[in-house]
């Protein structure tokens, strides 16, 4: 890995740290607008993190007063962490095919040996 790689934002965006975090305030998010919990089943977090953005992604186009709250909600959130406003600005607002690139340079899909290495 070229030096400087770990203070590159796009390696943080890809961390689980940072997925959990955006989870966390995702979770918060949707709490605070709706009164109730964002519920994930799913154990990993890109598994969490997309399912968060599914729900996120169908309430947001409804384009209603619960959206606009949660969309407001979010931002408000994030944006205190580049790094997470970010995320949500690249996966969030972006295309299948965008969030798809996007996932794909994910952390979570380099396996543990390589990290290890």
């Known amino acids: 890995m070229p ?55 169908k309430m947001l186009a409804r384009h209603t007063p619960d959206s606009k709250k949660l969309q407001k909600a979010l931002k408000e959130v994030s944006s205190g962490d580049p790094v997470i406003d970010d995320l949500f600005g690249e996966t969030l607002e972006a295309s299948a095919q965008e969030r798809s690139v996007a996932i794909h340079r994910d952390m979570d899909m380099v396996p543990p040996r390589v990290c290890m290495d």
């Open 3 to 57: 030096e400087g790689t770990y203070n590159n934002d796009h390696f943080k965006m890809g961390s689980v740290m940072t997925h959990q975090k955006a989870i966390r305030l995702m979770q918060e998010s949707w709490q605070e607008v709706f009164g109730e919990p964002l519920v994930l089943s799913a154990r990993q977090p890109l598994a969490q993190f997309q399912a968060a953005l599914d729900r996120f992604t």
